[in-house]
Nanobody, 123 residues
Framework: QAHVQESGGGLVQPGGSLKLSCTAS????????IRWYRQAPGKEHELVAT???????YYIDSVKGRFTISRDDAKNTVYLQIDSVKPEDTAVYSC?????????????????WGRGTQVTVSS
């Protein structure tokens, strides 16, 4: 049974840093695109950062220069380094492991989700 677990959340002061981890017990983890999402109270689920199986990274504009996504496939783990945190970064952060594959001419998608980790930015 595949399992995705986020960790590293907590209370941090504005301007501080923290590092989130997303560890997945998935066969072939290195073939998955991993995405970090967040959801703040009263707001929509928001895609924050993506790292592909080849290591390409993407960020939404509001976190560029402050968030860094990276992966260690030997540990089946993706990290989200958050620097210069702002109060608006307060949210539940969750990760998604996604893979698209073809079998007998048909395309399939596989998705696994974690339950999330709370990040609270407050002085």
């Amino acid at each position: 049974q595949a399992h995705v677990q986020e960790s590293g959340g907590g209370l941090v002061q504005p301007g501080g840093s923290l590092k989130l981890s997303c560890t997945a017990s998935i066969n072939g983890f290195s073939n998955y695109t991993i995405r970090w999402y967040r959801q703040a109270p009263g707001k929509e689920h928001e895609l924050v950062a993506t790292i592909t199986s080849t290591g390409s990274t993407y960020y939404i504009d509001s976190v560029k220069g402050r968030f860094t996504i990276s992966r260690d496939d030997a540990k089946n783990t993706v990290y989200l380094q958050i620097d210069s945190v702002k109060p608006e970064d307060t949210a539940v952060y969750s990760c998604n492991a996604h893979k698209t594959y073809t079998r007998q001419g048909a395309q399939y998608e596989t998705d696994y989700w974690g339950r999330g980790t709370q990040v609270t930015v407050s002085s």
